[in-house]
């Protein structure tokens, strides 16, 4: 069977942002095609410590798998659930692939220059961890890689480096489909990414200082509500679906979208030529603030036995199938 991959970094409560634009998708996905795809779901622990770790690294990692849980994942047989550093594959491919990988293409990651920019010293990992994230990939031959929009540009060099591997040292790579397949596999009319709510022309990101900026899915329904309620729109006065001049409003009109799966183009036609924004803003407070109380509700149902069980019995599948990936690469390189 075909592979559909993902993970979710654990440095901390993850945004609505995170659980709109990775999180839910995956689950509706997984539960989707999960009769005829193998759908590996990976804690990467070894890219969350290239950054600080909001609290207990452990309790973040059980969280992580928590929340897919409470987002509705439905796991069975070819559902398999792991962290990336109990499965040492990921770490000696990675090496391989940096052998690989040049120095310039590495520089021009976009996400690199962001997460690095006004440090003094940015740390290697920071610089490396798409390698690490073409392995994370590579090794279980995933063919879909249901990402955000910031990460298409790591989705590419997966590709790069495998086609570059392959052709020097045989077909041993799946490479993975270019982005705008991802996007059209994942059933998004739009690449996915949530803005932040009091500066719209960012992504939500949980490192900005403004607590009004961003919605953590352990908010009390009623202070997201109201963090909805006090979201910049613009002076416009008219609802209009455009990301480039009204990007508020296209955010809201976004977030009530991957809320109810509702198409974004049935929800704009609802709403478009709407005058009073308020409207519009109560309905999407009770969107988030149903959402999260059905997540918290959940969440508090889920012990961390059952999700230690999970990974054990992930891990088992894991590494018999990156083991068998990784030996294949070092026979090719000559490394066995």
């Known amino acids: 069977m075909k592979t559909i991959l993902t993970g979710i970094r654990a440095n901390s409560v993850l945004t609505l942002g995170n659980y709109l634009g990775a999180l839910l998708p995956m689950v509706r996905l997984s539960n989707k095609h999960s009769k005829d795809f193998n759908v590996n779901i990976f804690v990467p622990d070894l890219h969350s410590i290239i950054s600080e770790i909001d609290g207990d690294l452990q309790k973040n990692i059980i969280r992580t798998l928590k929340n897919y849980l409470a987002a509705g994942l439905v796991v069975n047989e070819n559902v398999h659930i792991y962290r990336q550093s109990f499965v040492p594959a990921h770490s000696e491919l990675c090496w391989i692939l940096n052998c690989v990988a040049s120095m310039g293409e590495m520089g021009r990651m976009t996400q690199y220059k962001e997460k690095s920019e006004g440090k003094a010293s940015a740390n290697v990992g920071i610089f490396d961890y798409p390698v690490l994230m073409a392995a994370d990939i590579l090794l ?15 989705i590419e060099l997966t590709r790069n480096l495998a086609e570059r591997f392959n052709n020097k040292f045989g077909e041993v790579f799946t490479v993975p489909v270019e ?8 059933g998004v009319e739009k690449p996915i990414r949530v803005r932040d709510l009091v500066n ?3 992504k939500m990101s949980k490192s900005t200082a403004s607590e009004n900026s961003k919605i953590m899915l352990d908010d009390a329904p009623e202070k997201a509500a109201k963090k909805i309620m006090s979201a910049t729109t613009d002076s416009f ?21 991957l809320l109810t799966d509702t198409p974004l183009s049935e929800v704009v036609a609802e709403w478009e030529g709407e005058t009073r924004y308020g409207e519009l803003k109560k309905s999407v407070a009770d969107d988030v603030s149903n959402a999260l109380s059905s997540f918290q509700a959940k969440m508090a149902e ?35």
Do not use: C, W
């Open 200 to 202: 719209p022309e960012k």
């Open 302 to 336: 889920i012990s961390d036995e059952d999700v230690l069980e999970l990974f054990k019995k992930g891990e088992i599948y894991a590494n018999d199938v990156a083991g068998q990936k990784l030996l294949d690469v070092q026979k090719a390189v000559g490394l066995r």
């Open 237 to 257: 006065g008219e609802v209009k679906f455009d990301f480039d001049t009204r990007p508020g409003i296209s955010n809201l009109l976004f977030i009530k979208s």
């Open 179 to 186: 982005t705008a397949k991802q996007v059209e596999f994942m």
């Open 140 to 154: 279980y031959s995933a063919e879909y890689v249901p990402l955000g929009e910031d990460q298409f540009q790591h």
